[in-house]
């Protein structure tokens, strides 16, 4: 009889092997798990909510170019918890099939961050038709199909290895130290003592000084805001979610004090997740 003790987690990411989450996948959880590619963001939420995944990972904000804010429209709309993170710098590289060059590029095949974050680059050739792509990694082996010395990915220097491409311009992202932050998901919420970083995500009455004196609490019981994004409330416009990281732990009385504050002053109050900080 199997003894299922001894099962491999399966942890989610985006994209292909090669892929910058599957980096992000290693990194954090080491090689002793079992990967699955998924083909889109909102895919991992449903995989782990069906439980066809333990975990997921998912990149929520870089910093050349700011929040991946799909992602944190799925953190509030599904019923998952955010339970880790984990900073991967990333370096993007131009690549393209054997025997080709620089020259012979017309288009270019990456995921709008990869263009994003390559911008000063991508001047330079203003006559490249850039081309949206699923993920950096799934152009790469886009390119690596075609066979075409037209055609360039930029994408990981793990990826041009994998799909045998040969790299024809090195760290082309504008900021070298560009970082993305990624998340780790679970359909449980875990935390221990060591948990000293939580995730909300609120909104508070659409009238003058409502969103102060949500955020007022942090101060009043000495607790440090580390970041706000706002995102639009479907169906709502002009009125927004905020989602808030803060410094601290769910157990400790300052933070218990300053939640239930927040949730009286707010018109919708969700935890997204409490775990260990990196950044």
């Known amino acids: 009889m199997k003894d299922e003790s001894k099962k491999k987690l399966i942890v989610g990411f985006q994209g292909v092997p090669g892929s910058f989450g599957e980096e992000a996948l290693l990194a954090y959880f080491g090689d002793s798990v079992c ?15 069906g439980q066809e995944i333990d975990f997921g990972v998912l990149p929520i904000e870089n910093s050349s170019t700011g929040a991946i804010t799909e992602v944190y429209d799925l953190l509030n709309q599904y019923d998952c918890s955010i339970i880790g993170e984990v900073c991967l710098p990333i370096q993007h590289h131009l690549m393209g ?6 020259a012979d590029i017309r288009e270019v095949y990456s995921h709008p961050q990869g263009f994003e974050q390559s911008s000063k680059f991508l001047k330079q050739y203003p006559n490249w ?3 949206p792509y699923y993920n950096t990694a799934k152009s790469a082996e886009w390119v690596q199909k075609n066979n075409q010395k037209h055609m360039g990915a930029i994408a990981s220097e793990k ?11 090195f760290g ?7 970082t993305t932050r990624f998340i780790i998901i679970s359909r449980e919420q875990y935390m221990d003592e060591e948990s000293d970083k939580i995730s909300i995500v609120l909104s508070t009455p659409h009238r003058a000084g409502s969103l102060y004196r949500a955020l007022r609490h942090f101060a009043e019981n000495q607790i440090n805001m580390l970041k706000i994004e706002s995102r639009p409330i479907p169906d709502k416009p ?6 808030i990281d803060f410094e601290g732990n769910l157990n400790h009385p300052p933070v218990q004090k300053a939640i239930q504050s927040m949730r009286k002053d707010s018109t919708y109050f969700k935890i ?3 775990y260990k900080k990196t950044v």
Not at 97 to 102: D, F, H, K, Q, T
Not at 159 to 169: D, E, H
Not at 238 to 243: A, L, R, V
């Open 35 to 49: 990967t699955k590619a998924l083909d889109t963001f909102e895919d991992i939420f449903k995989k782990l909510i």
């Open 97 to 102: 099939i054997r025997g080709a060059s620089i």
């Open 129 to 131: 038709k850039l081309i």
């Open 159 to 169: 990826a041009a290895k994998l799909y045998n491409l040969q790299i024809l311009a």
């Open 172 to 178: 082309i992202n504008s900021n070298q130290h560009n």
């Open 238 to 243: 002009w009125e927004y979610f905020f989602y």
């Open 272 to 274: 997204l997740g409490n």
